[in-house]
Each structure stands twice: as structure tokens, then as C-alpha cells.
């Protein structure tokens, strides 16, 4: 497709869906999940700019059957989707003279980052900004929409999501991480207390509902746990989660990945979301090894599993399945997903959700 046709659409589709609604449809009822679940991270983000509608709407047109948007907050307590707080990465704010003063240093779960942060701006500030693409060399399509689309509310995305809901005749979830929970609440700008009420005023509220709550840390999701009904998900990385390393627990993620660790996060949670090595590791050649245990703890334990993150190109493939020296060109990722559902999971987080949907077309 060419590039200004697609941006067009693109912007079409992302400013004008929100508003637009099939008169007389009938709300699409709620269904068994398809396995394997195809999540679209951060949207369809190997195709146009993270967390903007438009990367949202396209996994959702391409048949995703989750969307996940990674949320921050404003300075004015609003919630919005961005991998991070730092906004330098994803958005144009370097470019803006009016908001240089803002430039710091501060020390975020544990690392010092400087940047501007999202603590820093209001939400009539941050709408300002225009979304750009996170890895431009690996991506040098997705850069081409550099400043065509703005940084959204969570409630912009719910809007879209029941716009798309009805255009596509079936249930559209929300796959929410609240990203740096410990971080914004000692700011008292606590995530999950919005969230959950933004989730409530949406019609939100079940485990039977479309939404997945997930978080790096543990506590956050124990507490939710106790206010709300909605599925909560553990994701997995390395070394301890940041909530446990402030208090000082010695809890590491390589404890909570055995079978005594999967049966205690099955207290709290419905599913987990293991970085993929969790599940399959690559060998000293980068490629893939032989599954470990983790798939049939976690199911032991009534635990879903939803490793991240499948992405296309060279770049972030197993040595075997690239195509060619090239980080940007695209290699086998089919073969890496299909590797992974033998080894049992239930979903998987993609940037490129066409790929997982095709796959599941043809299994
Ligand atoms: O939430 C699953 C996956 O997205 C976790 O990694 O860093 O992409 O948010 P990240
Ligand atoms: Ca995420």
C-alpha cells in the first residue's frame, strides 16, 4: 500500500471512528475466547506509531482480539497510553521550545532517566505533543507517520473500542498494563484507582468481561485484586519485580516462575505474561531451545499464558527464522509463534497481529 493512501486512512479511521455509530446494532453479545488469544501490542505497532488510535484501530482491523494499551499519568491525574512515563521516546516534546524547561533528571523503579515526564504535563499540554515512532531504523515505514497522530486517553480508547465493537460485529478487549504503579503513587498520582473507575463507568466490572489487568509488579495487582472482579495478569521479567525491591523483599521473578510461585499468583491473578524465554530460551547461537516447565506450572496452577512480545522483523527473531542480515526486513515469525502455541500458550502480544491471526486461520 502506499504510504499516503494508508496515512490518510489512518487518520480517517483514528479521528473519525470514535464518533461514529451504526445506528440500530444490535451490542454485540460475549463470547468464549479464541485460542490462541491475539493480543495487539501497544496496537498494531509494527505497522504505525505505538499507542495511537490508529495503531489500535488497525490490530482491531486486522483481528486482534485484544488491544493493550500501556498507561501513565498526567500531572492532572488523567489517564493515557505510553510505554513509558519519559515522554522523549514517543512523542515530538524535544522539539518544543515552550516545554524545554521541563527536561529533567529523576530516578524512575530504581533508574535514573532523564527526559520530560508525563507527571510533568497536564493533559491539555500533553494533546499538544504528536506521537512519533519508537525504533525509526527498524520501522522506517512507521516513522513516515511521525506527528499524524496525537497521545490518547484511556477513554478515547474504550470510545474507539465500542465504535469498533459495532462496525465489527463482536467483542473488542482491553488488555490494560498500568506501567511504574509504585513510581506514580508515591507521586499520589496512584494508576489503579482511576482505572478501575474509569473501567466501572464503562460497563467494566466482571471477570467475564473483555479486560485483562496486567502489571510487572505484584502488589498493585494483590490490592486490585480486592477491589474488582475484573481478570488480573503477572507479567514476568527479569530480576525482581520494582515493588518488591523498594520494600526490600528478596521476591525475584525467578521465584514467582515456579510451580509454588505459579499456585500463589493464582490467588490473585487469572493469567500470566511471561517475557517468551519464560517459556522457550534460545541457546548461545540465538535460537530457539527446548520449552521449559513454565506452561504446565502455570496451567496447574489455573493460570492463563500470554508471553510477549512476537515481532517480525530480523531484528528480534531466533538466529534460525531471520531472513537475511538486515535488522528492518521481516523473517520468520510464524515459525516462532507456531513454536510457542506447541508449547502449549494460550495467547500471545504481537506487533504484528495479522500474522498471529492468519496462523490461527490456518491451525
Ligand atoms: O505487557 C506485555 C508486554 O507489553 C510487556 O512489555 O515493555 O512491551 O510493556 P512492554
Ligand atoms: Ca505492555
Known amino acids: 500500500m502506499q504510504i499516503q493512501p494508508l496515512r490518510h486512512w489512518l487518520v480517517a479511521a483514528s479521528l473519525t471512528l470514535p464518533f461514529f455509530a451504526y445506528a440500530g446494532d444490535a451490542v454485540p453479545t460475549a463470547r468464549a475466547e479464541p485460542t490462541p488469544l491475539v493480543i495487539g501490542h501497544r496496537g498494531a505497532s509494527g505497522y504505525v506509531p505505538e499507542h495511537t488510535l490508529a495503531a489500535y484501530a488497525l490490530a482491531v482491523l486486522q483481528g486482534a482480539d485484544y488491544i493493550e494499551p500501556d498507561l501513565v499519568m498526567t500531572r492532572d491525574g488523567q489517564l493515557v497510553a505510553r510505554h513509558d512515563n519519559e515522554l522523549g521516546l514517543t512523542t515530538d516534546v524535544d522539539a518544543r521550545a515552550e ?40 520501522r522506517p515505514g512507521n516513522a513516515r507517520l511521525d506527528g499524524a497522530f496525537a497521545v490518547p486517553t484511556l477513554q478515547e480508547i474504550i470510545d474507539l473500542v465500542k465504535t469498533l465493537e459495532r462496525s465489527e460485529r463482536r467483542r473488542i478487549g482491553l488488555y490494560i498494563e498500568t506501567k511504574h504503579p509504585t513510581h506514580f503513587q508515591q507521586l499520589g498520582l496512584a494508576l489503579e484507582g482511576p482505572l478501575l473507575r474509569t473501567l466501572t463507568r464503562n460497563g467494566y466490572q466482571d471477570q467475564r468481561d473483555p479486560v485483562y489487568i496486567q502489571s510487572f509488579e505484584v502488589d498493585n495487582l494483590r490490592q486490585m485484586a480486592q477491589r474488582s472482579r ?7 521479567g527479569s ?30 491473578a487469572a493469567g500470566v505474561g511471561p517475557e517468551k524465554s519464560y517459556v522457550i530460551p534460545r541457546d548461545a547461537a ?18 492463563k499464558v500470554h508471553p510477549y512480545t512476537f515481532r517480525a522483523e530480523n531484528a528480534f527473531l531466533p538466529t534460525s527464522l531471520r531472513s537475511s542480515e538486515r535488522p528492518e526486513q521481516r523473517g520468520d515469525s510464524a515459525a516462532e509463534m507456531r513454536a510457542y502455541l506447541d508449547a502449549g500458550i494460550d495467547g500471545l502480544f504481537t506487533d504484528q497481529p495479522d500474522i498471529a491471526v492468519r496462523l490461527r486461520q490456518q491451525r
Not at 535514573?112 to 525509526?136: C, M
Not at 475484573?230 to 507479567?235: D, H, N, P, T, Y
Not at 509454588?260 to 490473585?268: K, P, Q, S
Open 99 to 138: 516545554f524545554a524547561e521541563r527536561k529533567r533528571t529523576q530516578t524512575v523503579d530504581g533508574i535514573s532517566l532523564t527526559g520530560w515526564f508525563s507527571e510533568d504535563f497536564t493533559l491539555a499540554e500533553l494533546k499538544s505533543l504528536h506521537a512519533i515512532e519508537r525504533i525509526p531504523a527498524i
Open 230 to 236: 475484573l481478570r488480573l495478569v503477572q507479567l514476568f
Open 239 to 268: 530480576g525482581q519485580p520494582y515493588d518488591q525491591q523498594a520494600q526490600g523483599s528478596t521476591l525475584s521473578y525467578a521465584q514467582m516462575a515456579t510451580a509454588e510461585g505459579l499456585r500463589r499468583i493464582a490467588r490473585y
Open 286 to 303: 540465538g535460537n530457539l531451545g527446548q520449552p521449559t516447565r513454565f506452561v504446565a506450572d502455570a496451567h496447574a496452577a489455573g493460570l
